[in-house]
């Protein structure tokens, strides 16, 4: 590139992770570009429509790099009176800060907050900051003001002292980078989880676009205005990681009013913040347009293209040298290199080698420039060699959900009944990769997809085609369908006629739908639910809640999974429809109406598939929340769940045992439930023999945080409640010791 020309290249760094967005030529220097995974460009003349961009571009193979960023953004990290979240960078080359980006999670009170950016010192390199963990790290004090404590020298107006808390022995904090004298630029977070863009501010209302180095690293720092004392809090949307994280500044203490455990923390979080920055220095090539490979049945060999572009904004010896595909499989983590040919273009190819069933291959691209500089895709993408199991013609489809789940609630839950009953003799597969396809569905009978309840419905994959086709092939092929967001989420979250014709209606035999009606802005409370007497999936579930005598039977997604949101639909039938439970409704087409609609049905076809579908999680189903009634009872796991009867009426199961042994066989802990949790969990365990017993709760540095049971116990079944009503959210193991053996289980809080 000659000198004299220049070129822009854009980049969005998430909190300590890289974003690449698309180079600028030249030609259009002002005008900032995003180009998504189809290779489609967004123009984006200022960086006030920066949101628009983001939307439209977040997750596309080129643009976002959340590998660390496992399970995407699904809490909220909350910040009260005077606390900070800061969110780390490292400068992957010479930059000019643009603007900064959050994506609120909550901020129901409307609290102001201020937005700054600070230095991270010299000491405080990526890895440091990677390995930190979470730990108290300290705080500046005024000598003679020993109460109040303060987040930055900058902000203490006397002698200065830092008080250390951890074996760090220097504060992470250096000098402002971008404030107006110490005081950030205003906001007010807006809740935009539906619409999940970013509020931005930009670097040049205080004419002042900071300049930096390659390996710098910067935080930018969101304060919580409120008085110290104040609970009023805003939520960043983010992500538990171990090992990666934020800083977090607690004003009135992690515990509230113990100043003991006030000041700076690092925390095992990700914050979705972002930045835009302007490239000034060397810049590596770019990579783009990635093939993304879905899991297949194939064991062949294959095939990965990407684009490969290098553009220097220094006016440097531009071109790219080596490109890489590098996967590896399964949890051998390191990474094996295979030569990528140029085919055309800006094109490279590479070929992944075939790999038998049941291996997972995780790949990504990495290249280099003319002048040794080394680049490595954002992302890494996964794929997975899928066989089916010979002989078996079930397929439980977990839709929307992710592989690495299926052994983790409630994915592992919803055929493991309580300890009164097992259900025997259902042996089937497990889908949970993607869309449906002919190749899978032809090996199989019997389908039931279990949709993802998540709160926007996004991840469920349609696979209507495919199934009407399986299901015309031959009449002994049958179908059941759950998810509370199956109806919504397809068609805009509105109310829907379906006519003949379509799938809801020649299939499900459902001819309208009524969109989420639950409580208006009330949708983490229970709807109530009534099984209908006499019918072929009800009844048992029916009789068992009257013996029970509990006052209502609930769809209670917010308790029993965790957090998720109540969004159930209802929806009418046609007249060969059998309707097995109704839900309660308080909210009908907006207006508030009490009524009684369906929400699990079943038919049989002409030809003989027997269909049903649930407009809600089975798992969810119990009586009143054990915090405000003692007939509390979780239905989603007894043998008269819905499920279950789904089985039976399929022919896949041959009973339903009841367990009647008193006397256990082995020694056993059972996986915690709820899991995750917030914030008490049940945990279970089991003795064949009389043994002394210790449960201990620990963190994830092997600190011991609670001991559970430490006492001689006889022969028996035990559960005990765990409160982690006073611990941060995190990952925390608990572990039985008996004089006979060890076990060690993993559990999860979230607040």
């Known amino acids: 590139m000659k000198k004299g020309k220049y070129s822009i290249v854009s980049f969005i760094v998430f909190a300590g992770l890289l974003i690449k967005l698309s180079l600028v030529s030249p030609s259009v220097a002002q005008t900032k570009i995003v180009q998504n995974h189809g290779g489609k460009?967004?123009?984006?003349?200022?960086?006030?429509?920066?949101?628009?961009?983001?939307?439209?571009?977040?997750?596309?193979?080129?643009?976002?790099?959340?590998?660390?960023?496992?399970?995407?953004?699904?809490?909220?990290?909350?910040?009260?009176?005077?606390d900070i979240i800061a969110a780390w960078f490292v400068c992957p080359q010479d930059l000019k800060i643009k603007a900064c980006g959050i994506d609120a999670g909550d901020n129901a009170l409307s609290v102001r907050a201020e937005l700054k950016i600070v230095m991270i010192n010299k000491e405080w390199t990526e890895k440091k900051l990677n390995n930190a963990g979470s730990e108290n790290l300290g705080y500046w004090i005024s000598n003679g003001n020993t109460n109040k404590i303060f987040p930055f020298s900058g902000d203490v107006t006397t002698s200065k002292t830092w008080i250390n808390n951890s074996a760090e022995s220097n504060n992470p904090f250096g000098s402002d980078l971008w404030s107006d004298n110490g005081i950030g630029a205003s906001l007010f977070p807006v809740d935009d989880k539906n619409s999940k863009s970013y509020q931005w501010i930009e670097m040049n209302i205080l004419n002042n676009e900071p300049e930096l180095k390659k390996g710098d690293v910067f935080a930018v720092c969101i304060k919580n205005s409120e008085l110290r004392e104040s609970n009023n809090t805003f939520g960043i949307m983010a992500t538990s990681e171990t090992g990666y994280g934020v800083f977090k500044f607690y004003a009135n203490g992690r515990t509230p009013g113990d100043l003991t455990t006030a000041g700076w923390w690092k925390r095992d979080f990700l914050v979705n913040v972002v930045v835009v920055v302007e490239i000034t220095g060397d810049a590596s090539p770019m990579i783009s347009d990635i093939d993304i490979l879905e899991t297949t049945l194939s064991k062949e060999a294959r095939s990965v293209t990407a684009k490969i572009v290098d553009q220097n904004p220094s006016g440097g010896t531009a071109g790219v040298g080596n490109a890489y595909l590098q996967y590896f499989l399964n949890k051998d983590t390191t990474w094996k290199d295979i030569s990528m040919t140029k085919s055309s273009g800006d094109i490279f190819t590479g070929n992944i080698p075939g790999q038998h069933a049941g291996t997972k291959v995780t790949y990504r691209i990495k290249a280099d420039d003319t002048n040794g500089n080394i680049s490595i895709s954002g992302e890494s993408y996964s794929y997975y060699v899928?066989?089916?199991?010979?002989?078996?013609?079930?397929?439980?489809?977990?839709?929307?959900?992710?592989?690495?789940?299926?052994n983790q609630f409630p994915m592992n839950s919803y055929f493991v009944l309580d300890e009164s009953a097992k259900v025997n003799n259902w042996t089937h597969d497990v889908w949970s990769y993607g869309a449906l396809t002919s190749e899978l569905v032809n090996h199989y009978t019997n389908i039931f997809e279990i949709c993802s309840s998540d709160n926007s419905g996004e991840n469920i994959k349609y696979n209507q085609g495919v199934i009407r086709t399986w299901l015309a092939q031959n009449g002994n092929h049958n179908y059941a369908l759950s998810g509370q967001e199956w109806l919504g989420a397809k068609d805009g979250f509105i109310d829907k006629d379906y006519s003949a014709g379509s799938f809801e209606y020649d299939i499900l035999g459902i001819n309208h739908s009524y969109n989420d009606v639950t409580d208006l802005n009330a949708s983490i409370k229970p709807s109530r639910m009534f099984a209908v007497q006499n019918s072929l999936l009800g009844d048992e579930l029916y009789r068992k809640f009257l013996l029970w005598g509990s006052d209502s039977l609930q769809y209670d997604p917010y308790y029993e999974l965790n957090k998720t949101e109540n969004w159930i639909d209802g929806f009418d039938v046609v007249s060969d429809q059998q309707v097995d439970i109704q839900v309660e409704t308080r909210v009908v087409n907006g207006t508030t109406q009490k009524t009684n609609l369906a929400c699990l049905t079943h038919r049989t076809l002409s030809n003989g598939n027997k269909i049903t579908f649930f407009s809600f999680d089975p798992i969810a189903v119990n009586t009143k929340s054990p915090k405000t009634n003692a007939k509390y009872f979780r239905f989603g796991t007894s043998i008269q769940a819905p499920q279950v009867k789904i089985l039976q009426w399929f022919n896949l199961i041959t009973?339903?045992?009841?367990?009647?042994?008193?006397?256990?066989?082995?020694?056993?802990?059972?996986?915690?439930?709820?899991?995750?949790f917030n914030p008490s969990t049940t945990i279970r365990y089991e003795l064949p023999y009389k043994s002394?017993?210790?449960?201990?709760?620990?963190?994830?540095?092997?600190?011991?945080?609670?001991?559970?049971?430490d006492k001689e116990q006889n022969i028996g079944r035990y559960e005990l409640q765990f409160n982690a009503q006073n611990l941060p959210s995190g990952i925390y193991y608990y572990k039985m010791t008996t004089e006979h053996n060890s076990i060690t289980k993993k559990l999860m809080l979230i607040k």
């Not at 123009?43 to 959340?66: C, F, H």
């Not at 002394?692 to 049971?709: F, P």
């Open 41 to 82: 460009t967004i123009n984006l003349k200022s960086l006030s429509i920066s949101d628009e961009a983001l939307i439209r571009a977040k997750g596309a193979a080129d643009t976002l790099n959340n590998d660390k960023v496992v399970r995407g953004y699904n809490t909220i990290f909350s910040a009260a009176g005077e």
């Open 386 to 406: 899928f066989g089916p199991t010979p002989g078996v013609k079930s397929l439980l489809v977990f839709n929307g959900m992710e592989p690495e789940e299926i």
């Open 655 to 676: 009973e339903i045992e009841e367990v009647n042994t008193k006397i256990p066989v082995d020694f056993k802990l059972h996986q915690n439930y709820p899991n995750p």
């Open 692 to 709: 002394y017993v210790n449960i201990k709760v620990y963190d994830v540095l092997g600190n011991e945080i609670k001991t559970l049971v």
